[in-house]
């Protein structure tokens, strides 16, 4: 089965509504990267993670280590919101390599 | 400061020929990695380079893809020969290393006839 599970896999808003999108893991993880991949292909780091909470302007974002799980909060969701949201797990120690989630596709709507 | 940068943005190739794909990191960084996304298989590791050194080599894709780091400021994927199913998008990413941010080139879009 995947080692990083995203859901849902896609999702359309209403401009102006608020959405979460959720990254389960069955690998170890130490931190938690997301991504956001424009529809040009462009793929756009929006925050890295340790245990804990983060937040930028309408986005915010929780990974919770002990329940294996992620979290990305988009708040008054824009049409310039859209794309595909990756999630992307790292075991840490030395190694860096980043096991992705297969995305959710966010469409937003005016 | 300049992220990665990654040439060609776009390669048309026929099946059994050789293509090689280039990228530069973002300058300092010590981490360089190359990945293939497909709608399918979504994005998968194939090389990871600390100092130049290789890291790991994305196992299932050692057979005709091989990566290379002959300085620090610039790596080559090459595919030997390609295959209808290599037709993907290929991204480079670069970090200063582990626990830290991966920072992506705009991609290569490849297509195999």
């Known amino acids: 089965g995947d080692q990083v599970?995203?859901?849902?896999?896609?999702?359309?808003?209403?401009?102006?509504?608020?959405?979460?999108?959720?990254c389960n893991f069955s690998i170890a993880t130490t931190t938690v990267q997301w991504f956001l991949q424009n529809p040009r292909g462009s793929l756009m780091n929006l925050f890295y993670l340790v245990p804990?909470?983060?937040?930028?302007?309408?986005?915010?974002?929780t990974f919770n280590s002990k329940e294996s799980y992620s979290t990305l909060h988009?708040?008054?969701a824009q049409l310039e919101d859209s794309g595909t949201y990756?999630?992307?797990?790292?075991?840490?120690?030395?190694n860096a390599k980043l096991t992705f989630g297969k995305g959710t596709k966010l469409s937003v709507k005016s | 400061d300049a992220g990665v940068t990654?040439?060609?943005?776009?390669?048309?190739?026929?099946?059994?020929?050789?293509?090689?794909?280039?990228?530069?990191?973002?300058?300092?960084?010590?981490?360089?990695?190359?990945?293939?996304?497909?709608?399918?298989?979504?994005?998968?590791?194939?090389?990871?380079?600390?100092?130049?050194?290789?890291?790991?080599?994305?196992?299932?894709?050692?057979?005709?893809?091989?990566?290379?780091?002959?300085?620090?400021?610039?790596?080559?994927?090459?595919?030997?020969?390609?295959?209808?199913?290599?037709?993907?998008v290929y991204l480079c990413a670069s970090s200063f290393g582990a626990q830290d941010t991966q920072y992506f080139g705009p991609g290569t879009r490849l297509l195999v006839l």
Request: charged share 25%; with cysteine.
């Open chain 1, 5 to 22: 599970k995203q859901s849902p896999s896609a999702l359309s808003l209403q401009e102006g509504t608020n959405s979460a999108l959720r």
């Open chain 1, 52 to 61: 804990g909470t983060k937040e930028n302007g309408r986005l915010k974002s």
């Open chain 1, 74 to 76: 988009i708040r008054d």
């Open chain 1, 86 to 94: 990756f999630c992307a797990a790292e075991a840490g120690g030395s």
């Open chain 2, 6 to 88: 990654q040439t060609p943005r776009h390669e048309v190739a026929e099946k059994g020929q050789t293509i090689i794909l280039k990228c530069e990191p973002v300058s300092g960084h010590n981490d360089l990695f190359w990945y293939r996304q497909t709608k399918i298989q979504g994005l998968e590791l194939l090389s990871y380079f600390r100092s130049k050194s290789l890291m790991e080599d994305g196992g299932a894709f050692k057979d005709r893809f091989k990566a290379e780091m002959l300085n620090s400021s610039f790596s080559t994927l090459k595919i030997q020969p390609t295959e209808p199913k290599d037709s993907a």
